[in-house]
């Protein structure tokens, strides 16, 4: 069965940082493109970063241009988002999720989506 896990939410205080990971089991990770998306209450799902198969190309939402990074570590079938200067608006679950064909930040696009985990930017 196919699926991904996302870990590495929590409580932050402004200006923060935390490390998403997302880690897939049942398939390998290598050969998907992954999204990061997030959903806060009442608003629809951004998609915010996305990350090639191999790793050598991104896509980066204007909204945390400059403070989150997306990398892959194919090997331990594993996906991260580094989310630096937080701010309270970052708060919203985050979601992980595969796409065979491309890097987009279209949530419709993706196949594979795991659970989520709350991050929250609060002092």
């Known amino acids: 069965q196919l699926q991904l896990v996302e870990s590495g939410g929590g409580l932050v205080q402004p200006g923060g940082s935390l490390t998403l990971s997302c880690v897939a089991s049942g398939f390998s990770l290598g050969y998907y493109n992954i999204g990061w998306f997030r959903q806060a209450p009442g608003a629809e799902r951004e998609g915010i970063l996305c990350?090639?198969?191999?790793?050598?190309?991104?896509n980066t939402a204007d909204s945390v241009k400059g403070r989150f990074t997306i990398s892959r570590d194919n090997a331990k079938n594993t996906v991260y988002l580094q989310m630096n200067s937080l701010k309270p608006e970052d708060t919203a679950v985050y979601y992980c999720?595969?796409?065979?064909?491309?890097?987009?930040?279209?949530?419709?696009?993706?196949?594979?989506w795991g659970q989520g985990t709350q991050v929250t930017v609060s002092s």
């Open positions: 990350i090639s198969k191999s790793g050598g190309s991104t």
């Open positions: 999720a595969a796409d065979w064909h491309r890097c987009g930040l279209t949530s419709r696009q993706y196949d594979y």
